[in-house]
C-alpha cells in the first residue's frame, strides 16, 4: 500500500526558550534547544535545501521516529514564540 503519516503531537515554543516535544496521548517527550532544532532544519546528508514538505527527523530518544515538516519548524523558529509545527509518526498503510 505505501506509507501513511499521522499527527501524534506538537512542537512548542517554551517560555523557557526551549522547544517542547509533546506527544498528544502521552505529554511531554523532550526539549530541544532552539539552535539544535536549526542545524536539524539545515542538516540535509545530500546537500539539498530542505523544502517545506521535506520531513526531519525530531531526536527524542524514543523507540518510535517522530518527524516533523522542515518549512513548519522553520515557520516556529522565525517567528518565534506564536508559532507551533505539527509532530508526525509514519505508518505502513
Known sequence: MGLLY???GRLYPGKDDLVHVVRDESG???VINPDEMREIVLRDPEGRDLGEWHTIVI????????????????N???KWPERKAALWVREEG
Open 28 to 30: 511531554e517527550l523532550g
Open 59 to 74: 531526536p527524542v530518544g524514543e523507540e518510535v521516529e517522530f518527524l516533523a515538516l522542515a518549512g513548519q519548524v522553520r
Open 76 to 78: 516556529m523558529l522565525e
Open 6 to 8: 499521522r499527527k501524534v
